[in-house]
T-cell receptor
């Protein structure tokens, strides 16, 4: 599996935007970029995914670099409920499982 | 559309007993995955199943652990002769058939196993 690199932890103020970076310099042309998050004592929750183009949904936006070697998950207005561990995962066709790294622990400051 | 349902949510077993964890995938999903999360650690893949078939069990411990996904009924993760080191959260996930890498895997809320 191609590897991703994320900061171990980040802090952000409540009601401000949050940009969570992910580096994936060895990404292949068929790797999709998936983001999941895990709130305390809960199962992982799907956030967003994309291949080449930027993506938006009700939870977040995903900005993918033109060379696809990095991406950024954007939470437009952080709330206390967004405090979680965020995982950036590459997933290739034919490799159905998700391989979780250590993720970024996001702390929201009231 | 109900999500991935896991039960029991919490299970306490004495050393040497058997633990059975059940997972009902989302409606229309035919792929099931099991993950384990030890205390203060990350999620580790255990096994990937389709109906009546084990597709990838590369993360399953060689002994005491087994998984099945029968034609009818939930997927079962069975742990025989549990030891304290099996205490963990076990998460089940499901996805539709032929997901390709662009489709989504949905997780359940987990089953917390405590071995005393």
């Amino acid at each position: 599996d191609a590897k991703t690199t994320q900061p171990n932890s980040m802090e952000s103020n409540e009601e401000e935007p949050v940009h969570l970076p992910c580096n994936h310099s060895t990404i292949s042309g068929t790797d999709y970029i998936h983001w999941y998050r895990q709130l305390p004592s809960q199962g992982p929750e799907y956030v967003i995914h994309g291949l080449t183009s930027n993506v938006n949904n009700r939870m977040a936006s995903l900005a993918i670099a033109e060379d696809r070697k990095s991406s950024t998950l954007i939470l437009h207005r952080a709330t206390l409920r967004d405090a979680a561990v965020y995982y950036c995962i590459l997933r290739n066709f034919g490799n159905e499982k998700l391989t979780f790294g250590t993720g970024t622990r996001l702390t929201i400051i009231p | 559309n109900a999500g991935v349902m896991q039960n029991p949510r919490h299970l306490v077993r004495r050393r040497g007993q058997e633990a059975r964890l059940r997972c009902s995938p989302m409606k229309g999903h035919s792929h099931v995955y099991w993950y384990r999360q030890l205390p203060e650690e990350g999620l580790k893949f255990m096994v990937y199943l389709q109906k009546e078939n084990i597709i990838d069990e590369s993360g399953m411990p060689k002994e005491r652990f087994s998984a099945e996904f029968p034609k009818e009924g939930p997927s079962i993760l069975r742990i025989q002769q549990v030891v304290r080191g099996d205490s963990a959260a076990y998460f089940c996930a499901s996805s539709p058939q032929n997901t390709g890498s662009g489709n989504t895997i949905y997780f359940g809320e987990g089953s917390w196993l405590t071995v005393v």
